[in-house]
């Protein structure tokens, strides 16, 4: 945490076609070096794939799949007396929301299908599904919070 000023929220705008600010943010996540038209057609793409397969609104796949990916508890590494405890914390909104987008897009990336829009709507959907390695990522890290639940004294 910075010890000088707070910063500035800088104002998301939602996008073009489904209207979303959280989609946005997605999209802003998935692209690498700038080039946000090459994000827009994975994501779109892999929506587009969506609803071909579930025949259902994908935004609301979408959206579900966000919230079972979501962790409430995070442990985080806390130094007391010589020694390092990994104590569980509680996490913000906006902080379980950065945690589901890198989660989701990451184990997407390590997919073995041919495009990343095959793969993102892939984990997409095994997200909506409860299943699949971002789910197992938010499993472990809640039994990892829990196991450790005796150091919740030392929460900062």
Same mark, same amino acid.
């Given at each position: 945490m910075s010890r000088r +000023?707070?910063?500035?929220? +800088?104002? %998301? $705008?939602?996008?073009?076609?489904?209207?979303? /600010? %959280? &989609?946005s943010q997605f /999209?802003?996540? %998935?692209?690498?070096k700038g080039k946000k038209s090459i994000a827009e057609k994975v994501v779109y793409g892999a929506l587009d794939l969506i609803h071909d397969r579930t025949k259902e609104e994908p935004i609301e796949v979408f959206t579900q799949a &966000?919230?079972?990916?979501?962790?409430?508890?995070? %442990?985080v590494s806390r130094r007391v007396g010589g020694a390092n405890y990994q104590v569980p914390t509680e996490v913000t909104p906006k902080n379980a929301m950065?945690?589901?987008?890198?989660?989701?897009? @990451?184990?997407s990336r390590k997919r073995s299908e041919k495009t990343m829009t095959? +793969?993102?709507?892939a984990e997409l959907l095994a997200a909506y599904k409860k299943e @699949?390695?971002? /789910?197992?990522?938010?499993?472990?890290t809640h039994k990892m919070a829990e196991a450790n639940k005796a150091f919740?004294? $030392?929460r900062i």
């Amino acid at each position: 945490m910075s010890r000088r +000023r707070r910063i500035i929220e +800088r104002e %998301v $705008f939602p996008d073009p076609k489904y209207n979303s /600010i %959280v &989609l946005s943010q997605f /999209i802003n996540t %998935v692209m690498k070096k700038g080039k946000k038209s090459i994000a827009e057609k994975v994501v779109y793409g892999a929506l587009d794939l969506i609803h071909d397969r579930t025949k259902e609104e994908p935004i609301e796949v979408f959206t579900q799949a &966000l919230d079972n990916v979501k962790p409430l508890v995070k %442990v985080v590494s806390r130094r007391v007396g010589g020694a390092n405890y990994q104590v569980p914390t509680e996490v913000t909104p906006k902080n379980a929301m950065a945690l589901a987008f890198r989660w989701i897009i @990451g184990y997407s990336r390590k997919r073995s299908e041919k495009t990343m829009t095959e +793969r993102l709507a892939a984990e997409l959907l095994a997200a909506y599904k409860k299943e @699949g390695a971002s /789910i197992k990522k938010r499993e472990d890290t809640h039994k990892m919070a829990e196991a450790n639940k005796a150091f919740a004294h $030392f929460r900062i």
